[in-house]
């Protein structure tokens, strides 16, 4: 999952503190904490 986050980071354009404050946020929860989708 690291290297996946980083390069989806990359392609955002974004730094990984970024996205650790995006994921304090409940605004954006449906992206940073995905739920598992059902096969």
């Known amino acids: ?3 996946y986050l980083s ?4 392609f ?3 730094s990984r503190s970024t996205w ?6 409940e605004d954006f929860s449906y ?3 995905p739920k598992p ?3």
Not at 20 to 25: D, S
């Open 1 to 3: 999952m690291k290297t």
């Open 7 to 10: 390069g989806l980071c990359i």
């Open 12 to 14: 955002l354009d974004i």
């Open 20 to 25: 650790n404050e995006y994921v304090k946020r």
């Open 31 to 33: 992206i940073t904490n």
């Open 37 to 39: 989708r059902m096969a």
